[in-house]
């Protein structure tokens, strides 16, 4: 699972000392795995649980989106942060915090296609809000 998402990741983005931190440490599987699992629980929540025909305007999904956004890139930059403090490694080196936020700008691009893609996928199911956000 490493092996697939490290190429996927290192498609857009690829540092060779924070890439290979990256991916001997494991952590491309397990941000992959919440870079899918984020998109698709807000998606779900959405369309299917929060399902309410007040939420069928463009705005609300708008929402969802930015805040699908926002936890992905929280989430990824947390646990790159995390791992370079586990291996103590210096927090105060500037280029692994530029290299943590261009990595989790990356998570971002990959969580709203995500979103997107699941949007397509269940809105199908959705009683009220079928017909957001096209």
Request: with cysteine; proline share 4%; aromatic share 18%.
């Amino acid at each position: 699972m490493n092996d697939l998402f490290a190429m996927i990741y290192e498609w857009l983005y690829y540092e060779p000392e924070f890439s290979s931190l990256m991916y001997t440490n494991g952590l491309y599987g397990l941000l992959g795995i919440f870079t899918i699992l984020i998109p698709l629980i807000i998606v779900v929540l959405y369309y299917l649980t929060m399902n309410h025909p007040r939420l069928n305007r463009k705005k609300h999904w708008a929402i969802a989106l930015v805040f699908n956004a926002l936890l992905s890139f929280f989430t990824s930059f947390t646990l790159v942060t995390f791992l370079i403090a586990s291996l103590n490694m210096e927090d105060s080196d500037t280029s692994y915090v530029i290299q943590s936020i261009e990595f989790s700008l990356v998570s971002i691009l990959y969580a709203v296609i995500l979103f997107v893609i699941f949007s397509l996928l269940i809105k199908p199911f959705s009683t009220n809000c079928s017909k957001t956000p096209f």
